[in-house]
């Protein structure tokens, strides 16, 4: 069994948790059955059974979509045998210690805040044991669930001592679990172990709880119990330092031997992210209601991740550190997103939310900047004053050399734009007296102004509010220089797989993509299905008419092909005059009426063809086959089709053929 470091509870504190409910009995009878070597899964069933308000509770959130099952659970026994014994002793703890823990009258604790924390916890703690390799994620998110347990105990049994805690961290800004020893005597981690222990809760998950703020965990013998705390303590690291704490007032938090040890290898953004995705979803689970998804990044965007770390005696100068910080971390987490952005109009519209929603300007606005063409024109617009101009009717031409804002472009560096230094082309456009305004360089070309001033309150600038501007304006280049190279490789990839004539995939491409749906129809029994199509007699088309007429011929009929094809159909130019339809998840006699139905329409285009080449006829003939997977190839295959489509024209062409 895990060992614990945590204290013992003091006396007068155990007398308080004396009011604290019980675990539900079904709860506790299910973790019984659980932890035996040979749990009878019939039993499990009985056991939820026994508590129908249990029972509509487990059904509703299995076939919630967080769990994603095709067909609607119906039973409890169905929902036992799908989800396994863990993921059930799981769902059914994390339900019953929730509602023990959220009572309707609330003291010191803002419970919101705290489940959301643990929530986002719980979502980084399975993430984190997925990627590690921890043998039970489902007992991580358990775990991150319950960590901070003790809290909330506190909240219910010792509201006033608990005060005492959190007015005293609002003061020091101290390490949360240093005051709780100090006021009460014991911390939250021994509290909420203490209880968990009481309710039966398994021993792996008591012991995370109750370690998660230790220090180190080198002298546990249990290594599955030392491993889970330590996922616990990094997915609690990672949920404060990215501003999903449980209190108002963010204690003092910092990385321990524990967390970076549980860290290495992990993509900590990703994990951020994760907390993110998952959030909204695991929230509605427990009835925890969070912003929407679009509200819920924004606000992460805006919380400093080392706010938990700036505290100080004197107010005022905590207030500047907190107000620089918040600005940093804001330009931080927002520009994260940018470099992940590659669209340039993406990351011009997070670098304008960046810089009025984290720089705390009332407006901010981007201009393109055409060098060759010699003129500013107005591109995008954020304003919190919800009276945003329309930006796109400014043009203005390329500001002089000597003027205020040529100065500007040419030096590459922000500054302040004022009417009296004889700027006032922009700033008359933009109806401001004055304003903030840094060039966006990418590839050490200029290609866009940011302009951010403060419309309504007309709160006056300085140079300090450059500082911020320029950092997110430099790292928003990147994002955009990024965005830049990667539409070039896609322009790029999309030369290299597209037949340049019919915009349809070419050859090789075709073939690739083959030789995946090939793979996909083998490994899960799918029906496969190609054709062959040969435009008859195009060669008509280029001795009498000409070439660039059968290049008119061929592109119309790839816009046919285009149009009649499923999405999943995949198009592509084989050679000259050929065409080559992949027909995934379909089989002989479905691929028949498909071929049918293009070959009528291309009869119908070869009548209005005939309206401007009257000597000549358009018609197509098509040879179909279907994958036979034990003796078939991609070679074969297409021989195959090919044998079919010269069957076709063998049998008087304009007809389609099946081998």
């Keep these: 069994m895990p060992e614990s470091s945590t204290k013992a509870v003091p006396a007068g504190i155990v007398e308080k948790l004396q009011s604290l409910p019980s675990l539900p009995q079904a709860a506790s009878r299910l973790m019984q059955e659980v932890i035996k070597v040979d749990a009878d899964m019939g039993e499990v069933s009985r056991i939820i059974q026994s508590d129908p308000g249990l029972v509509s509770r487990v059904l509703r959130l299995v076939n919630s979509p967080y769990y994603g099952v095709r067909q609607k659970v119906t039973t409890v026994e169905h929902a036992v045998g799908l989800l396994g014994l863990k993921a059930i002793e799981s769902l059914v703890l994390s339900l019953t210690v929730f509602d023990v823990l959220s009572p309707s009258k609330q003291h010191a604790l803002d419970l919101l805040r705290h489940w959301q924390h643990s929530i986002s916890v719980a979502a980084a703690a399975k993430y984190i044991a997925s990627k590690t390799g921890y043998k039970v994620p489902d007992e991580a ?142 929230a509605e689970l427990f009835g925890v209601a969070v912003p929407d998804r679009d509200e819920l990044r924004r606000a992460l965007s805006m919380t400093a991740t080392e706010l938990g770390r700036i505290h100080t005696l004197h107010r005022d100068i905590e207030g500047r550190l907190a107000r620089k910080t918040r600005e940093v971390e804001a330009v931080n987490i927002l520009m994260r997103r940018a470099r992940h952005t590659y669209n340039k109009s993406d990351v011009v519209k997070v670098l304008m939310d960046a810089v009025c929603k984290g720089l705390a300007y009332e407006r901010a606005a981007f201009f393109d900047f055409d060098q060759d063409a010699g003129q500013i024109k107005g591109a995008a617009v954020v304003d919190i004053t919800s009276m945003p101009a329309d930006i796109t009717r400014i043009v203005l031409p390329a500001a002089k050399p000597e003027s205020p804002l040529g100065k500007i472009i040419q030096t590459g560096k922000p500054s302040l734009l ?79 797989e597209t037949d340049a004539l019919t915009s349809l995939y070419n050859r090789r491409h075709i073939l690739h993509l083959l030789q995946n749906e090939i793979y996909r129809s083998e490994r899960y029994r799918l029906p496969l299905s190609l054709a062959m199509i040969d435009i008859d007699r195009f060669k008509g088309f280029n001795d009498k008419y000409g070439h660039q007429a059968g290049d008119r011929v061929l592109r119309s009929f790839a816009r046919l092909l285009k149009k009649t094809s499923r999405n999943i159909d995949i198009p592509g130019r084989f050679g000259g005059e050929e065409f080559l339809v992949i027909l995934p998840e379909t089989g002989v006699e479905s691929s028949g009426v498909y071929a049918e139905r293009v070959r009528k329409l291309a009869e119908r285009l070869g009548a209005r063809l005939k309206d401007r080449y009257d000597e000549c006829s358009f018609t197509i003939s098509i040879g179909l086959t279907s994958f036979n997977e034990k003796s078939d190839d991609m070679n074969s295959f297409i021989h195959r089709v090919d044998q079919a489509m010269y069957a076709a024209k063998q049998r008087g062409r304009n007809r389609v053929c099946a081998l």
């Design 141 to 282: 998110y358990t775990a991150g669930l319950l960590h901070d347990t003790g809290r909330a105990i506190l909240d219910i049994c010792a509201p006033d001592e608990l005060r005492k805690v959190l007015e005293a961290l609002g003061r020091s800004g101290a390490v949360a679990v240093e005051v709780e020893r100090e006021i009460m005597g014991v911390d939250h981690t021994g509290v909420g172990e203490f209880v968990l222990k009481k309710w039966n809760i398994p021993a792996n998950v008591c012991a995370a709880v109750g370690l998660h703020h230790a220090e180190s965990l080198a002298g546990l013998k249990d290594k599955s119990g030392a491993a889970l705390a330590a996922i616990v303590q990094a997915a609690d690291f990672l949920a404060w330092a990215n501003g999903l704490g449980s209190l108002e007032t963010a204690p003092k938090v910092t990385s321990t031997n524990v967390v970076e040890k549980a860290l290495k290898g992990i993509d900590q953004a990703e994990v951020f992210q994760e907390m993110v995705n998952e959030l909204q979803k695991t």
């Design 418 to 496: 004022l009417p009296s230094e004889g700027e006032n082309g922009l700033l008359s456009a933009m109806e401001s007296t004055e304003a903030v305004v840094a060039p966006l360089a990418a590839a050490k070309r200029i290609v866009g102004l940011v302009f951010a001033d403060n419309y309504m309150s007309k709160r006056p600038l300085t140079a300090a509010d450059l500082v911020s501007l320029s950092v997110l304006v430099e790292e928003a280049g990147l994002a955009f220089e990024n965005a830049v190279l990667y539409e070039h490789a896609q322009r790029l990839r999309t030369m290299a």
